[in-house]
């Protein structure tokens, strides 16, 4: 079955700084994987997906993730932080054996301070 | 137009009515799922439909009835709902549940949700 891990609950950084937001995935086939962010009371906006090729995906509003596909992660990162990247942001994956489902993480709120 | 509508934005709704949750897309998706999100939570599967025809239902309550009239609608029927029914429901439709080289590359468009309380 298939499975993705996000392991801290909140992380905080500092406007401009670096920001990283981990997760691991388990599947039985090739992994499709995405990362989603919701504001409050909002539904999920799609930020970028890993399919094949490059290990390094870009996606929306300057954020990136790196597939690495020997520690079955899909950390998500950002070289520098705004204020306004404040959300939850949840990953996904759809296990290339199991068509339909897409399978999202726990969740890592994102703090952003001034 | 990349977008999935969702009607009403906020409901509220006794224990023995009777309400619909609709969703909308015109961006040609033939997938469409129903997700429950509680507060803090990851959104959790509901139901899939693939051209028009139900794929997936992970075990959801009877209480709880989809329907897709067409390729650009899908419904959530309710009856008699208990209060921890009470959620955010999304809707969200992808290009296909496989994409057009055969392998599943096609990333789910949500909508905003319908945030549902059952007194």
């Known amino acids: 079955a298939q499975s993705v891990a996000q392991p801290e609950d909140q992380v905080n950084v500092a406007e401009g700084n670096p920001l990283t937001v981990k997760c691991t995935y388990s599947?039985?086939?090739?992994?499709?994987l995405f990362w989603y962010v919701q504001y409050p009371n909002r539904g999920l906006q799609f930020l970028l997906k890993y399919i094949t090729g490059d290990n390094l995906v870009k996606g929306s509003y300057g954020f990136e993730a790196e597939f690495n596909k020997s520690q079955t992660s899909f950390h998500l990162k950002k070289p520098s932080a705004l204020v306004s990247d404040s959300a939850l942001y949840f990953c996904a994956v759809r296990d290339g054996s199991s068509a339909s489902k897409i399978i999202f993480g726990s969740g890592t709120r994102l703090s952003i301070r001034p | 137009d990349t977008e999935v509508t969702q009607t009403p934005k906020h409901l509220v709704m006794g224990m023995t009515n009777k309400k619909s949750l609709k969703c909308e897309q015109h961006?040609?998706?033939?997938?469409m799922y129903w997700y429950k999100q509680k507060a803090k939570k990851p959104p959790e599967l509901m139901f899939v439909?693939?051209?028009?025809?139900?794929?997936i239902n992970e075990s959801v309550p009877s209480r709880f009835s989809p329907e897709c009239p067409n390729s650009s609608l899908l419904n959530l029927h309710l009856h008699a709902l208990q209060p921890e029914d009470s959620a955010l429901y999304l809707c969200a439709s992808s290009q296909d549940l496989f994409g057009r080289d055969g392998a599943m590359n096609t990333e789910a468009f949500f909508g905003q949700g319908t945030r549902l309380t059952v007194v």
């Open positions: 599947v039985s086939g090739n992994p499709y």
């Open positions: 439909y693939s051209y028009e025809k139900l794929s």
């Open positions: 961006m040609g998706h033939r997938a």
